[in-house]
C-alpha cells in the first residue's frame, strides 16, 4: 500500500519560510505526478503547486513567485519551500499523489498544519 508522510509544518511570522517534505513509501518514479494541497478553515481544499515525473512544475496564482516545488528522486521525497509567507497561507497542507504505477489512482497523506502569524 502506498503511502505518503508529510512533515515540516509549523507557526512561522509573517514574511517567514518553511519547508515541507512528502516522503513517498514507493519510488516516486511510479508516481504520475505529485503536489502539494491547502485547506484552510471553512474553505475547500485547493492545489498549490505540482510537480510531474518528468519535472514540469505548475503553480496556484496565489503561491506564484514565493512557493517552489521540488522533488529529490534518491529520497522518494517531494518539497515545498515556501518563502514569504502570509497569514492567508495558514491552512492544512497534504501531500498527493496521483496515479501510481500500477493500479493505484490517488493516494493522500495525513496533513501538516501551517500556522502563519501577523
Known amino acids: 500500500q502506498v503511502q505518503l508522510v508529510e512533515s515540516g509544518g509549523g507557526l512561522v511570522q509573517a514574511g517567514g519560510s518553511l519547508r515541507l517534505s512528502c516522503s513517498a513509501s514507493?519510488?516516486?518514479?511510479?508516481?504520475?505526478?505529485m503536489g502539494w494541497y491547502r485547506q484552510a478553515p471553512g474553505k475547500q481544499r485547493e492545489l498549490v503547486a505540482v510537480?510531474?515525473?518528468?519535472?514540469?512544475?505548475n503553480y496556484a496564482d496565489s503561491v506564484k513567485g514565493r512557493f517552489t516545488i521540488s522533488r529529490d528522486n534518491a529520497k522518494n521525497t517531494v518539497y515545498l519551500q515556501m518563502n514569504s509567507l502570509k497569514p492567508e497561507d495558514t491552512a492544512v497542507y497534504y501531500c498527493?499523489?496521483?496515479?501510481?504505477?500500477?493500479?493505484?489512482?490517488?493516494?493522500w497523506g495525513q496533513g501538516t498544519l501551517v500556522t502563519v502569524s501577523s
Open positions: 510537480i510531474t515525473r518528468g519535472g514540469s512544475t
Open positions: 514507493v519510488s516516486i518514479w511510479r508516481i504520475n505526478a
Open positions: 498527493n499523489a496521483d496515479r501510481v504505477f500500477p493500479s493505484t489512482l490517488e493516494v
